[in-house]
């Protein structure tokens, strides 16, 4: 999607231009992530005998997560694609800072 923006300095009107407005969730680059259950959640903390708040972590603010509907200490399941190591998984404990 395409949108006009039109930029000022002074007295003097610069021309507009056309600024792609670029969907950051979908993008190729960014990983999928979802929120575990909190079934998961429990079974992912006791599997590997941690606490929430010793995962990595991810703000509740992050852009990737913000269509989740997350709250702090939710665990969020990222999955990325790579050529080298096919399908890799991380976990990260959501924090509200």
């Keep these: 999607m395409w949108s006009r923006v039109q930029i000022s300095s002074g007295p003097f009107i610069i021309k507009t231009k056309m600024v792609n407005k ?15 259950s909190e079934k998961d ?5 006791e599997k590997y ?4 708040k010793e995962l990595p972590r ?3 603010k992050d852009v990737a997560i913000q269509h989740l509907d ?12 790579s050529h080298t190591a096919g399908t890799t998984t991380f976990y990260r404990g959501v924090v509200n800072d």
Aim: aromatic share 0%; charged share 30%.
């Design 58 to 60: 991810i703000s509740i």
């Design 49 to 52: 005998n941690i606490e929430s």
């Design 70 to 81: 997350v709250k702090e200490k939710d665990v969020i399941k990222i999955t990325r694609k």
């Design 41 to 45: 959640r429990t079974a992912l903390l």
């Design 22 to 36: 670029i969907n950051q969730v979908k993008h190729n680059l960014i990983p999928l992530h979802e929120k575990l």
